[in-house]
């Protein structure tokens, strides 16, 4: 039977969201097949799962959740919604993953790849990830999951199943990385891949080659692009 946090032993986040209990006993880790993940060398400061919900159906969500031992889910998704699968609205989720004894918290707008503020954006509508990066709200934002990652079990979550192009691999997983933090993506089939592992003969997770890590790879801006100087 799922432990649930009972109210005394769970905070809320500054957004509502429901962080697990203080001091709570990390479960084991376990990759997709049941085998425990070994521990982290010296010089790491922890480590962190992310996974995107997709089309999963909830169950299946909170079922990747606990076979890796998850305690607390950080969202990081701007409009915590979604039309396709209303039951990842942040409230309907929330809701799930405490029956399930899981944590919720909310720091899309801290750590969302859809920023407030013109400035963020390039021509295409594509977001300055090196200036986000720089930013007060994402710096607040990355210490509050530091905190949470010293003290439970973490995954950061999107909507994108493929960690390749999304936000929470290129923006917050490549901020968590140079603090320290082994990031591990938690995919759809239940596998678990870890940034920087050496596979076969790719040296890293994902080419650096296919994206602009320093950029979003498509444009994400609802405003239409600025016109170049020939056109204005």
């Known amino acids: 039977m799922a432990k649930v ?5 769970v905070t809320r986040g500054r957004h509502g969201g429901i962080c697990a209990a203080r001091g709570a006993r990390p479960r084991a880790l376990r990759n997709g ?11 790491s400061r922890g480590s962190v799962f992310t996974i995107g919900h997709s089309n999963h159906l909830a169950e299946k969500l909170v079922g990747l959740l606990e076979g890796y031992g998850i305690e607390v889910l950080v969202d990081t998704r701007s409009r915590p ?5 209303p039951h990842f609205n942040a409230r309907v989720l929330e809701a799930t993953l405490r029956r399930g004894g899981i944590g919720y918290l909310f720091l899309g707008r801290e750590l969302g790849g859809r920023p407030e503020g013109e400035k963020f954006y390039d021509a295409e509508g594509r977001v300055d990830y090196a200036l986000l990066e720089r930013s007060g709200p994402f710096l607040d934002g990355i210490s509050r999951l530091l905190g949470e990652i010293r003290a439970h079990t973490v995954a950061v979550l999107c909507s994108e199943e493929n960690p390749a192009g999304c936000h929470r691999r290129l923006l917050v997983g490549r901020a968590l990385g140079e603090r320290g933090v082994v990031v591990r993506h938690i995919r759809g089939d239940g596998s678990v891949q870890t940034e920087g592992e050496e596979s076969g003969v790719q040296p890293v997770l ?3 080659a296919e994206v602009s890590p320093r950029k979003s790879i498509r444009s994400v801006s609802r405003r239409r692009p600025r016109p170049s100087s020939s056109e204005r």
Do not use: T, V
């Open 5 to 9: 946090f009972s109210p005394s032993s």
């Open 33 to 43: 097949k049941g085998l425990a993940i070994e521990d982290q060398g010296a010089g």
């Open 81 to 85: 919604y979604s039309r396709h699968a």
């Open 206 to 208: 994902f080419a650096e």
